[in-house]
C-alpha cells in the first residue's frame, strides 16, 4: 500500500530543479513588469510628441494668419488697392482665437518659456495692429508712413525671432520625446536578449512594438510636414480649359518655397494664366509670392495688356520693403477662353511650352526678371490656340534638371518629354514629374510647379453658324509688341 501510495504521489522537484522553475517564475514576472513599465513609459513619450505637433500646428497656424496680414498691408501700400485689405480682415477674424488656443496648449503640457514668448508675439502684434497697420489703412500717405513702416518691421522682426524661438523650443521637446521612446525600446530589448528562456517570444513582440511604434512616429512626422506647407495656389474654374498641376519641393523638410502658379478668372470671357518663380524659400519666399500673386491680380483689372502689367507690377515690387537681392521671374498671360486669343508676357522665364498635334515649341521671353530697375521695358506677344492646344507653364525646375552625369535636360530636353506626354492635362503633368525624377536619379535638385492648360472650346450651338477652320501651324515666331 505504501508502494502504490508512494508511486502515485507527484514527483517532487529536485534543488535544482526548483531553483531553474524559481529563476524562470522570477524571470517571467520581471520580464512582464519590465514590459509593462517600458511601455507604459513609452506610450506617454509618444502621446508627448504627439501633442507636440498638435502644438506646431497650432504655432503654423497662428504664423500663418499673422503673414497674411502682413503681407496684405504691404501689397494694400504699394498698390493703393483695397482688394488687398481681404486677407487681412479674414485673418483678424480669427487670429485671436488661434493665439487663444496656442496658449491653452502650451499652458496644459507645461512649457512655461514657450507661453512666455507667446505673450511676447502678442503684445508686439497689438502694437503691430494700433501704432502701424491700423493708422496706414486710415492714412496711407499721412507724412508718417516711412517712420510707420521702419517701426513696424522691427516689431515684424521681433515677432519673427520669438516664433522662431517657439519653433526651435518645440522640436527640442519633439526629439527628447522621440529620444526617450528610442530609450525605453533599446532597455526592453536589452532586458529580452538577457532572458535567454524567453528571447524568442519577448524579442518578437518587443519587434512588433517597436516597428507600429516606429511607424506611427513616421505618419506623425509626414502629416505635421504636410501642415507645416505654406500654401500652393488654388486657381478658378474656366468652362473652356481643363487644368493639370504639380509641385514638387526639392527640399525634404521646407515644403514652403517660392514657385508658385495661378489660373484666375477675369471675367466671363478671360482669364489670367501665371507661373512665378520667386527668389528664395520658407517665410520670406512666401510673403513674396503672396504679394506677387494678389498684385497681378488686382492689375490684370485695370490693364488688359500683360506687358504693361509687368511693367506696374515691376515698380510696385522695386518700391514695396523687401530683400534687396531677391528678384521674380513671371509669365503673365491673358487669354480669352472663348476665341482662343493669347496675349502675354514672359519676363526671364523661359520654360512655357506650346504642344499642338505632336509638336512643341517654346514661347519665347519678352523682358527681363522682375526686381532689376525701375525703368525696364516689358513686350508682349501673341497667338491663337487652336481646340485641344495644350500649355505648359513650368519652373526652372524642369528646364534645369541634371542627370547622374551632372548633364542638364534644358529646353530640348523638356520639349521631348513633353512631346511624347499623354494629351490629358492631369496625366502629362504627372507624366512630366515621372520623368524628371527618372532623369536626375530620383532626387530633385530644385522647386518644381507645373501648370498644364488644355484649351477645350464649347461646341457651338445650332442658331451659331459654323466655319470650317483649318489646323494652324505652331508659331513658330510670336508677334511681339512693346
Known amino acids: 500500500m505504501r508502494a502504490r501510495s508512494a508511486a502515485l504521489r507527484p514527483p517532487e522537484l529536485?534543488?535544482?530543479?526548483?531553483?531553474?522553475?524559481?529563476?524562470?517564475?522570477?524571470?517571467?514576472?520581471?520580464?512582464?513588469?519590465?514590459?509593462?513599465?517600458?511601455?507604459?513609459?513609452?506610450?506617454?513619450a509618444y502621446q508627448r510628441q504627439t501633442a507636440v505637433a498638435q502644438g506646431q500646428q497650432l504655432l503654423e497656424e497662428v504664423l500663418r494668419s499673422q503673414l497674411d496680414e502682413e503681407t496684405a498691408l504691404r501689397g494694400y501700400l504699394a498698390s493703393g488697392q483695397r482688394l488687398f485689405l481681404s486677407p487681412y480682415y479674414q485673418a483678424q477674424s480669427h487670429i485671436n482665437a488661434q493665439?487663444?488656443?496656442?496658449?491653452?496648449?502650451?499652458?496644459?503640457?507645461?512649457?512655461?518659456?514657450?507661453?512666455?514668448?507667446?505673450?511676447?508675439?502678442?503684445?508686439?502684434?497689438?502694437?503691430?495692429?494700433?501704432?502701424?497697420?491700423?493708422?496706414?489703412?486710415?492714412?496711407?500717405?499721412?507724412?508718417?508712413?516711412?517712420?510707420?513702416?521702419?517701426?513696424?518691421?522691427?516689431?515684424?522682426?521681433?515677432?519673427?525671432?520669438?516664433?522662431h524661438k517657439i519653433t526651435s523650443l518645440l522640436n527640442r521637446e519633439s526629439r527628447q520625446a522621440s529620444e526617450a521612446v528610442t530609450h525605453l525600446l533599446v532597455r526592453a530589448a536589452a532586458l529580452t536578449a538577457a532572458l535567454m528562456l524567453l528571447f524568442g517570444a519577448c524579442a518578437?513582440?518587443?519587434?512588433?512594438?517597436?516597428?507600429?511604434?516606429?511607424v506611427a512616429l513616421e505618419r506623425e512626422r509626414i502629416i505635421g510636414d504636410t501642415l507645416q506647407r505654406a500654401f500652393l495656389s488654388g486657381w478658378d474654374a474656366v468652362p473652356t480649359l481643363r487644368v493639370g498641376t504639380a509641385y514638387v519641393s526639392a527640399a525634404r523638410h521646407a515644403a514652403v518655397g517660392g514657385d508658385f502658379f495661378?489660373?484666375?478668372?477675369?471675367?466671363?470671357?478671360?482669364?489670367?494664366?501665371?507661373?512665378?518663380?520667386?527668389?528664395?524659400?520658407?517665410l520670406d519666399a512666401a510673403v513674396e509670392t503672396a504679394f506677387v500673386k494678389y498684385s497681378i491680380r488686382s492689375l490684370v483689372e485695370d490693364y488688359e495688356d500683360p506687358s504693361m502689367?509687368?511693367?506696374?507690377?515691376?515698380?510696385?515690387?522695386?518700391?514695396?520693403?523687401?530683400?534687396?537681392?531677391?528678384?521674380?521671374?513671371?509669365?503673365?498671360?491673358?487669354?480669352?477662353?472663348?476665341?482662343?486669343?493669347?496675349?502675354?508676357?514672359?519676363?526671364?522665364?523661359?520654360?512655357?511650352f506650346l504642344r499642338r498635334q505632336g509638336e512643341v515649341v517654346p514661347l519665347q521671353v519678352t523682358g527681363p526678371i522682375v526686381g532689376l530697375q525701375e525703368g525696364d521695358v516689358?513686350?508682349?506677344?501673341?497667338?491663337?490656340?487652336?481646340?485641344?492646344?495644350?500649355l505648359v507653364l513650368a519652373t526652372d525646375g524642369l528646364t534645369e534638371a541634371r542627370d547622374t552625369a551632372g548633364q542638364m535636360l534644358d529646353d530640348a530636353g523638356a520639349m521631348e518629354i513633353i512631346r511624347t506626354a499623354p494629351s490629358e492635362p492631369q496625366r502629362l503633368a504627372d507624366d512630366i514629374v515621372s520623368a524628371v525624377s527618372k532623369v536626375s536619379g530620383g532626387?530633385?535638385?530644385?522647386d518644381l510647379a507645373l501648370l498644364v492648360i488644355e484649351f477645350e472650346p464649347i461646341p457651338r450651338t445650332q442658331s451659331e453658324p459654323a466655319t470650317a477652320a483649318p489646323a494652324a501651324p505652331l508659331p513658330r515666331a510670336p508677334s511681339a509688341t512693346a
Not at 487663444?100 to 512649457?111: G, P, T, V
Request: without cysteine.
Open 14 to 44: 529536485s534543488g535544482p530543479a526548483f531553483t531553474a522553475a524559481t529563476v524562470l517564475a522570477i524571470a517571467l514576472f520581471v520580464s512582464i513588469l519590465g514590459s509593462f513599465v517600458t511601455y507604459s513609459n513609452a506610450s506617454i
Open 99 to 163: 493665439f487663444a488656443d496656442l496658449d491653452h496648449f502650451l499652458a496644459a503640457a507645461s512649457l512655461t518659456e514657450s507661453r512666455q514668448l507667446l505673450s511676447d508675439i502678442r503684445r508686439n502684434h497689438d502694437v503691430w495692429m494700433r501704432d502701424v497697420a491700423q493708422p496706414l489703412i486710415s492714412h496711407p500717405t499721412s507724412p508718417d508712413v516711412m517712420d510707420r513702416l521702419h517701426n513696424g518691421m522691427v516689431l515684424v522682426d521681433h515677432i519673427r525671432l520669438d516664433f
Open 204 to 214: 518578437i513582440i518587443a519587434d512588433l512594438t517597436r516597428s507600429r511604434t516606429q
Open 262 to 282: 495661378d489660373v484666375h478668372r477675369i471675367d466671363d470671357s478671360r482669364a489670367l494664366l501665371v507661373v512665378a518663380d520667386v527668389s528664395g524659400k520658407g
Open 309 to 352: 502689367v509687368l511693367r506696374k507690377f515691376n515698380r510696385s515690387f522695386l518700391n514695396t520693403p523687401r530683400d534687396a537681392g531677391s528678384f521674380i521671374s513671371v509669365f503673365v498671360a491673358v487669354l480669352d477662353h472663348h476665341s482662343g486669343a493669347l496675349q502675354y508676357a514672359s519676363a526671364g522665364h523661359s520654360p512655357v
Open 378 to 390: 516689358f513686350s508682349s506677344a501673341s497667338l491663337r490656340l487652336q481646340p485641344h492646344d495644350l
Open 443 to 446: 532626387r530633385i535638385g530644385d
